[in-house]
């Protein structure tokens, strides 16, 4: 499923709130998530929770600018007039932190318009 920059209204699959997250972990402790998971289950789960709740509240309020992955810098994108980019906006206002549920509802509405 996808979740939409509220700025411009590119699609984004879900899973690159993780490779962000686990890109900024590596930056961080110098170790990949999913190595140092093998290592230290708990220990790892405790350290990169905080990263991708940082990580998904950045895309709520910044969109793909907010990721490193595919920008030089933190920028917001260009905002759009995007209906895609204005119900997903709301979409994420009204869920918060269920980016889970804000992309089953964006893939709902999608289809809503056919």
């Known amino acids: 499923m996808d979740l939409y920059c509220p700025r411009c209204g ?3 699959d879900l899973d690159v709130l993780h490779e962000e997250a686990e890109l900024r972990y590596n ?3 110098n ?3 999913r190595e140092d998971y093998r290592l230290d ?3 790892s789960l405790k350290r990169y929770q905080p990263i991708y ?18 920008r030089a810098t ?4 260009e905002p759009r007039d995007s209906d895609v980019a204005l119900r997903a906006q709301a979409i994420y ?7 889970d549920g804000a992309a089953s ?3 709902d509405s999608q289809w809503l318009d056919s």
């Open 53 to 70: 709740n940082e990580v998904a509240a950045g895309f709520r309020q910044n969109g793909c600018g907010a990721l490193k992955l595919f």
């Open 93 to 99: 206002d009204f869920l918060g932190d269920d980016l």
């Open 41 to 43: 289950r708990e220990g």
């Open 27 to 29: 930056e961080m402790y």
């Open 10 to 12: 590119e699609p984004y």
């Open 105 to 107: 509802l964006l893939e």
């Open 31 to 33: 170790i990949s998530h």
């Open 74 to 77: 933190e920028e917001p994108c």
